[in-house]
Structure formats: structure tokens, C-alpha cells
């Protein structure tokens, strides 16, 4: 078995050499970025595997790839970039990685929820451009976080959060216990939690599930936190909300289009917090995650 890491940009190269074994699979390394479909079937030709991290690789240009029968996508969200029941039909086998960045994108998720509280980056953008804004800021000691979804990154975040004095509430589609948090339906946690943080897995089920109704259910004055993936939220129904003051503040480490464009509405929202896709991004969870991934093609069968 022969792989190729397509696009090992940011860093991820150095972190490749430092986790690899002698007697893992051969694997070449592709220090390239921004891969359009139609380079694929040629940069892919000759090897059986690929690891991939953000490359989109959709079934009408990767159905020329012959011979490659894996993708192993770094990360969990191997659905914004690929369809994986397409490329099965095509013979490719699609892996994703879970629980490699549980605690690392827990602990941004928790930054991202305090900083939108207290108004951290308006205060930020206003002392660079010469301005003292002195914001008021939401005490979240004796507040109640409500996780929608309820896996490993939201159990991290459930420690973290009761650990500060904050009442854990969450919803999951399919029953869950777990200590210090309290499950309740949907509308409940919408409507009591003071900051909903999202936690799901983007899937066709799950797509715009934090739709316009679902958005007004949420507590006047809440905070709305997104480390998981953006199609998950009705951006324009949240832009609108945001806009009109009924959601205090959206912390948000996903988006749509990434990089996110210059000039996009989010942009121009004081109530918005951002951060460029890097909840995951730790020396510890990403050598885990390339370690897990390289486990992955040891496995692999020809």
C-alpha cells in the first residue's frame, strides 16, 4: 500500500516527520495547497491511499482515479469536502477521525464563549484603531450552557464549563447520561441556556438544523457558539438575529466558505467573534491526529 498526504500545509508536514514510524505504509508528502478537482486524478495516480485535510474531492473528478481505494480525512468532517456514499459507489472507502482534538477544541470553544461574554475582540479592534470602547460584560459563573449534541468534545466542554460554576444542560438525538449534566428536549435547552454551543456532526439530517424557528426558540440574550461546522446553523436567520440584538454575541470558528471572503456580513457585526477554523489546531491533538491517521493506513488492506 503507497499513500500520499495531498495537502500538508500549515505546519502539518513538520508534524508528519515528527509521528511517522519506520515501518508505517510509504507515504509522500504534497506540501500543496488549494488543489483544484481537476489536478486530482493526475496527483493521485500510482497510489492507493490519500490523507486529506481540507482538499474538496468530489465523485465526478475523483471517479478518474483509478486505483485509489482510501481517503482517510483528517478530522470528522469528511462531508463539507466530499460525499462519501458517491465515492463508495466509486469503490473509495472513506475514514474520518474521531476524538484525536476532543480536549483542544473544547478548550476554544470555552475561549470562544468567554470572550464573547466579556467583548473581548470588539474591545481588541477598538484599541488598535485608537479607540477605548470599554464593553459590559456577561458574568457566566452561575449561567447555563446548553451543548446541542453530546459527544466527545461536548463532554469536554460539559467538564469545563461545571467546573466554573456553570449549569450544564444538553440535548442529544439519541439518549445520554452523563455526570453533571442535565439532558432535556431541544426547546427546553434553547430556551433556558444562556450560551448554546454546537456540537453536532454535519450529515444530510443535521444540515440547517439550527434553522430560523429553531434560532427565535433560543433565550433572548444568548450566546450562540459554533466550533463544529457552519452548515449546522441558517446563517442568514443568524446574521438577522444577531443584527436585531435578540442574540447577544455569536463566537464562531466555522463558516460556510472558508477562508471566509472579505467583506461577508459576519464581518461587519460588532456582536461576532472570530476565529479562522483552528479549534482543532494543538501540537497535542495534531500529532494525535496524524499518528491515528498513519494507524489508519496501517490497517488498510490492498
Not at 503507497?2 to 508505517?24: E, Q, S
Not at 468534545?153 to 442529544?172: C, D, F, K, P
Not at 426547546?187 to 444530510?204: I, K, W
Request: hydrophobic share 45%; charged share 20%.
Amino acid at each position: 500500500m503507497k499513500g500520499l498526504f495531498m495537502d500538508a500545509v500549515d505546519d502539518l508536514a513538520a508534524v508528519f516527520t515528527r509521528v511517522v514510524r519506520p515501518d508505517d505504509p510509504p507515504v509522500t508528502v504534497n506540501e500543496q495547497g488549494d488543489i483544484p478537482p481537476e489536478a486530482l486524478p493526475g496527483l493521485l495516480a500510482g497510489y492507493d491511499f490519500v490523507l486529506d485535510d481540507h482538499t474538496k474531492m468530489p465523485a465526478d473528478a475523483m471517479r478518474h482515479c483509478q486505483g485509489l481505494k482510501h481517503i482517510i480525512f483528517l478530522g470528522t468532517g469528511a462531508r463539507s469536502y466530499m460525499n462519501p456514499e458517491e465515492l463508495a459507489e466509486l469503490g473509495i472507502t472513506v475514514h474520518i477521525i474521531k476524538g484525536y482534538g476532543d480536549t483542544a477544541v473544547a478548550e476554544h470553544t470555552i475561549a470562544l464563549m468567554w470572550s464573547a461574554a466579556r467583548g473581548l475582540a470588539r474591545m481588541d479592534r477598538g484599541m488598535r484603531d485608537g479607540n477605548w470602547i470599554r464593553t459590559e460584560g456577561l458574568e457566566l459563573t452561575g449561567k447555563t450552557i446548553g451543548l446541542i449534541g453530546f459527544g466527545g468534545i461536548a463532554a469536554e466542554v460539559a467538564r469545563i464549563a461545571g467546573g466554573s460554576g456553570m449549569r450544564v444542560l444538553a440535548w442529544n438525538r439519541t439518549p445520554k447520561v452523563a455526570p453533571g449534566v442535565t439532558f432535556a428536549d431541544l426547546d427546553t435547552v434553547l430556551a433556558e441556556s444562556d450560551v448554546v454551543s454546537v456540537h453536532l456532526l454535519l450529515n444530510d439530517e443535521t444540515h440547517g438544523f439550527l434553522n430560523a424557528a429553531r434560532i427565535a426558540k433560543i433565550k433572548t440574550g444568548a450566546l450562540l457558539v459554533n466550533t463544529a461546522r457552519a452548515a449546522i446553523v441558517d446563517e442568514a436567520a443568524m446574521i438577522e438575529s444577531l443584527a436585531s440584538g435578540r442574540l447577544r454575541h455569536a463566537a464562531l470558528d466555522v463558516f460556510n466558505t472558508e477562508p471566509l471572503p472579505a467583506g461577508h456580513p459576519l464581518t461587519k457585526l460588532e456582536n461576532v467573534t472570530l476565529s479562522a477554523h483552528s479549534a482543532f489546531r494543538t501540537p497535542e491533538a495534531s500529532d494525535k491526529l496524524l499518528r491515528m491517521a498513519l494507524d489508519i493506513a496501517r490497517g488498510l488492506d490492498g
